[in-house]
């Protein structure tokens, strides 16, 4: 098996070439993110005992789809004209909640930068919370 790895490799270095550059760039998505990564069953327990507050940062669509319990929708898109919004929070935790967890780094950063101290992110976002089965409520 392992001949036939080197044999593919030897005939597609353009192909093998491109998925080491994509896994390359995924780590390194994963480990330079400023804010701390938590799992949907780490969220859970944060909301649950320490009243964290889930901010999801999805368009309408994707929120109207499908959320988590008690999440402030406050999208990407216009983050920076509704932060108001989230003032009555500022003391508690936030977790960041987008699709996939990649976009969460950004509305992390701007919280920070807002002045918001304790930000953390969904890792995975909504996909791995739907994919550990938790709870969603729909509107």
Not at 75 to 87: G, I, N, R
Not at 106 to 118: D, E, P, R, S
């Amino acid at each position: 098996m392992f001949e036939q790895i080197i044999e593919f490799s030897m005939n597609n270095p353009l192909l093998v070439g491109a998925f080491i550059l994509l896994l390359v760039m995924v780590i390194y998505n994963e480990t330079k993110g400023t804010a701390k990564g938590l799992t949907p069953a780490e969220a859970v327990r944060l909301m649950n005992r320490d009243e964290a507050v889930a901010v999801d940062i999805r368009d309408r669509k994707d929120f109207n789809a499908g959320h988590i319990t008690g999440a402030i929708h406050l999208p990407m898109s216009s983050m920076d004209s509704k932060l108001h919004e989230l003032e009555k929070h500022k003391d508690k935790q936030i977790i960041v909640v987008c699709r996939m967890g990649n976009s969460a780094n950004m509305a992390v950063t701007k919280l920070q930068k807002a002045g918001y101290q304790q930000v953390m992110r969904l890792k995975g976002g909504m996909m791995q919370w739907q994919t550990d089965s938790m709870p969603v409520v729909k509107k």
